[in-house]
């Protein structure tokens, strides 16, 4: 009755009416190597397991994890489609990185952990991370960088004394 919905219909008038059912997720099975990788449907993290109840339809998966390029690909899930087992990272090396301040042996932390004193050279993988340079007498600085695969990672910082004008 169309009239318990707010529709009245008046001589000579059409109405078009369209009716859709909201589809119900069904169960599918998502196998990466490595297994413990985590897994996204058009952004959001479904967890690292396998099993994810997802909305029948095309998306965006994405499949990371800390060390490994990810893998970004469209999928259609439908009832006969549920497996999704191709999907294979690949390592990412470490690369040299060197961090100079002058003056040197400054502590050095790196997201938030002290990695030691500057000048300061280790592997890293390829990304960006946030630093804190202090030492004694001088201003704490306060920085990112960004380690890069093909490139030199040589950051070179300058420590300004406390009490000292700086411009």
Request: hydrophobic share 35%; charged share 30%; net charge positive.
């Amino acid at each position: 009755i169309l009239a318990d919905r707010g529709i009245h219909l008046r001589s000579r008038e059409i109405w078009e009416l369209k009716i859709t059912a909201e589809k119900k997720p069904i169960y599918i099975n998502i196998v990466s190597d490595p297994a413990d990788a985590e897994k996204f449907i058009d952004g959001d993290s479904l967890g690292k397991g396998r099993n994810f109840k997802v909305i029948p339809g095309e998306h965006t998966l994405r499949v990371s994890k800390e060390g490994y390029r990810p893998v970004e690909k469209t999928i259609v899930v439908s009832e006969s489609k549920t497996l999704f087992d191709e999907i294979v990272l690949t390592q990412i090396d470490v690369v040299p990185v060197t961090i100079n301040t002058t003056p040197d042996k400054a502590d050095l932390y790196i997201n938030g952990t002290i990695r030691g004193k500057t000048n300061w050279a280790d592997f890293l993988l390829p990304g960006s991370y946030d630093l804190r340079l202090i030492r004694e007498g001088y201003f704490e600085k306060d920085t990112g960088i960004t380690v890069k695969e093909k490139s030199q990672n040589q950051f070179q910082f300058k420590l300004i004394k406390i009490g000292r004008a700086h411009v």
